[in-house]
RNA sequence: GCCCUGGUGGUGUAGCCCGGUCCAGCAUCGGCGGCUGUCGCCCGCCGGACGCGGGUUCAAAUCCCGCCCAGGGCGCCA
């Protein structure tokens, strides 16, 4: 079934775009334009024929009333079916019936290709599909308009990002995706055949960044890092990005303000630059007040025991007790002040307290949206926290000889970019916000 | 890795608990035909499904076992 009558392609030629469907507006009253995009809908009366064109702008419609188009265009109609790619060349006239007041009066047709049908899902999304079968076809869930405004979202995000963190004099640099040792302890690493030798992928640019502060002062990156988790959450993917800086001469509360200022920034950027996408996903994202909230690890730890979740200290917050946390701080806060124990060996302990270090999460209601603190800047310190959580030194001496050749006290922080975009696009599903997630179940498309 | 739930046309679902009324219903979808203002068009006709394998039974979408797949939760997540 399916697939209709063979249909002769045509070529695009010489024909070049001279309006947006979206863009068609009544003002352009009788004038000649050529669109492309890909067939929405359509609907035929008999002797009036129309069908919905859609592109990267919107949608405009396409009238066809016999008579009034050449009779090859009116015949050619018909073989037109949900998501062929065309052309149209046309004029545009006002038409209070039309949708948004205009169409397009075709004279002359172009089909550019075909779809196989049944499609695997409805692009229009009136018959809703599950996120798998929605993942497996991506690029036809992509053309939802929901699936398609959290990207055009992303790529706002992505920018003024870029945009803050510039200003604010941090350059942005890349560090290696492929690594040599697995002996940072922690996030289990993909293993890799680097030519004769196992190399890994990269979980973090964590050393890489701090070393390039001694050089840079400022950096930041946005890059894919991997983990070899096997969780199985809808907030956990195994190829993710992060969006890291490292700064020098600055410790944790520096850069706690860089870090809402960003947030903040970003937020703004999204209200202002993508209504109509948040329309789209009716989603409402307010401005966070600076400063945020700042609660300590100890009075995290207080307000669960009022709500009945133990959590016995020096312990990270397990899933359980993160939502209930978030049950009573909806927005974005911080928790500081964390056990030394509960974080990587470079987060400097406090030099009064250190049972307790320099640390801090960005939350955002229940969801861990960041994580960073002040570094150990000291080699025999460093070393000394390596062996404390069972690491051997030996195999960090790349990393750890960079601190003879001057390094200054420094801080910084790593926030998952999939993680804050499901904060703005109020989405709960990791996968909604990745354009082809890598799950531990999941490897292609 | 552990626990729970589920798998019915292309998509989304009803039916399953309590076996027969199910040659499996609904919506969407696809095909053909009709209609000159549709816009989630409308009307008529037609098409397409019980995840795989085994078992129980006169009889299995429905009960049992194994496998595969998916969703949710937990753990893990320097």
């Known amino acids: 079934m399916g697939g209709g009558s063979f249909v002769e392609l045509d070529q695009q030629g010489s024909w070049r775009r001279t309006a947006y469907a979206g863009e068609v507006n009544a003002d352009q009253e009788g004038s000649e334009v050529i669109v492309f995009g890909w067939v929405q809908d359509v609907r035929d009366l008999g002797g009036i024929k129309f069908f919905v064109l859609r592109d990267r702008s919107g949608s405009v419609q396409v009238t066809l009333p016999r008579g009034k188009v050449p009779e090859e265009v009116f015949e050619k109609f018909d073989k037109l079916q949900k998501e062929f790619v065309v052309g149209v060349k046309g004029v545009v006239r006002r038409m209070e019936k039309a949708p948004r007041g205009v169409e397009i009066i075709p004279n002359e047709l172009r089909i550019l290709n075909v779809t196989k049908h049944p499609l695997p899902l409805d692009p229009t999304g009136r018959t809703p599909a599950d996120i798998d079968t929605r993942l497996n ?102 190829e993710f990005i992060s969006v890291d800086i490292e700064e020098a001469f600055a410790d944790a509360k520096d850069v706690m303000r860089t870090l809402e200022e960003l947030v903040q920034h970003v937020v703004k950027e999204v209200n202002e630059k993508c209504k109509a996408e948040l329309n789209t996903l009716k989603q409402e994202i307010p401005v966070p007040e600076l400063p945020l909230m700042r609660i300590t690890y100890d009075e995290a730890l207080e307000i669960l025991r009022k709500k009945g979740v133990e959590v016995s200290w020096g312990e990270d917050i397990p899933t359980p007790g993160l939502r209930a946390l978030g049950q009573e701080l909806p927005g974005f806060y911080f928790i500081v002040d964390w056990p030394t124990a509960t974080r990587p060996f470079y987060i400097k302990p406090y030099e009064d307290r250190p049972h307790l270090c320099e640390s801090f999460d960005l939350m955002h209601s229940w969801i861990e949206l960041a994580s960073g603190g002040t570094r150990i800047h000291q080699r025999e310190e460093l070393e000394k926290r390596l062996v404390e959580q069972g690491l051997n030194p030996a195999s960090f001496e790349f990393h750890l000889k960079v601190f003879e050749y001057g390094m200054p006290p420094h801080a910084g922080w790593g926030l998952g970019l999939a993680r804050l975009l499901m904060a703005i696009t109020g989405r709960d599903n990791i996968r909604e916000v990745v354009l082809f997630p890598r799950d531990r179940f999941r490897l292609t498309p």
């Open 137 to 238: 076809a991506r690029i036809l869930d992509l053309r939802r308009p929901e699936s398609n405004a959290i990207f055009r979202i992303a790529h706002v995000v992505l920018q003024s990002i870029r945009a803050f963190l510039s200003q604010k004099g941090f350059i942005e640099v890349q560090t290696p995706k492929i690594i040599a040792s697995a002996t940072e302890g922690g996030a289990a690493l993909f293993p890799i055949a680097y030519f004769d030798r196992e190399a890994f992928l990269a979980q973090s640019p964590q050393l890489y960044k701090e070393q390039l502060i001694a050089a840079f002062e400022k950096v930041f990156e946005i890059g894919p890092f991997f983990r070899a988790e096997e969780s199985h959450t809808n907030r956990h993917i195994n």
